[in-house]
């Protein structure tokens, strides 16, 4: 090996974003590791919404693995005795916390995709089914606050997104793109 290479992995071994690839492997095998006993394959089952409001969509900042401090969109996973609908409610309001009725989200739902390529999660086998909400533009953006697994919540604005791109979870910045589908929300 070129002594230039081996200098430059001993030095990005050093760097927090090393240290970051270390945890997020470990974390995926050992959560991995967990699910080997199952009597059958595992497929997991998760709900994400994409809200739109002025030219804004509203995101999260993961605060554990996987994908740690990576922004993502409000989801999560589908409990037993919900709805897919209900679930996406359910974790939009339980991780940005957003200051918009259930029942106003609900009907201001305009689209809704399933994502589910084999490959599109570290996690394993993770069917997502995702809805596009597009809140009133004339009202101003709705207060949100981080919590649950959420280290923060905040509106980016869309003309911003893809100066991100390499910061988003996952596929989430397709699951966005696929919404867009070219549309321009500078409203």
Not at 104 to 122: G, Q, Y
Not at 137 to 150: C, F, N, T, Y
Not at 163 to 182: A, K, M, T, W
């Amino acid at each position: 090996m070129p002594e230039n290479v081996s200098v430059f992995i001993d030095d990005f071994m050093k760097t927090e974003k090393f240290i970051k690839l270390q945890k997020e492997f470990q974390y995926l095998v050992n959560y991995k590791k967990s699910w080997e006993k199952a009597p059958y394959p595992r497929t997991f089952v998760t709900t994400d919404t994409v809200v739109i409001q002025s030219g804004h969509v509203l995101l999260i900042e993961r605060k554990t693995e996987p994908g740690k401090g990576n922004f993502a969109l409000p989801g999560g996973f589908l409990s037993q005795n919900e709805t897919i609908k209900q679930s996406a409610i359910r974790e939009l309001k339980e991780e940005t916390k957003i200051d918009v009725a259930s029942i106003v989200l609900e009907k201001s739902i305009k689209e809704s995709h399933v994502f589910d390529h084999p490959l599109r999660s570290s996690r394993g086998r993770t069917i997502t089914h995702a809805f596009l909400i597009e809140l009133d533009h004339e009202k101003s953006l709705p207060k949100i606050k981080g919590s649950d697994d959420a280290k923060r919540a905040f509106w980016l604005s869309l003309n911003d997104l893809y100066s991100y791109e390499e910061n988003f979870f996952e596929d989430h910045i397709h699951i966005i793109g696929y919404f867009l589908n070219g549309k321009l929300y500078n409203r």
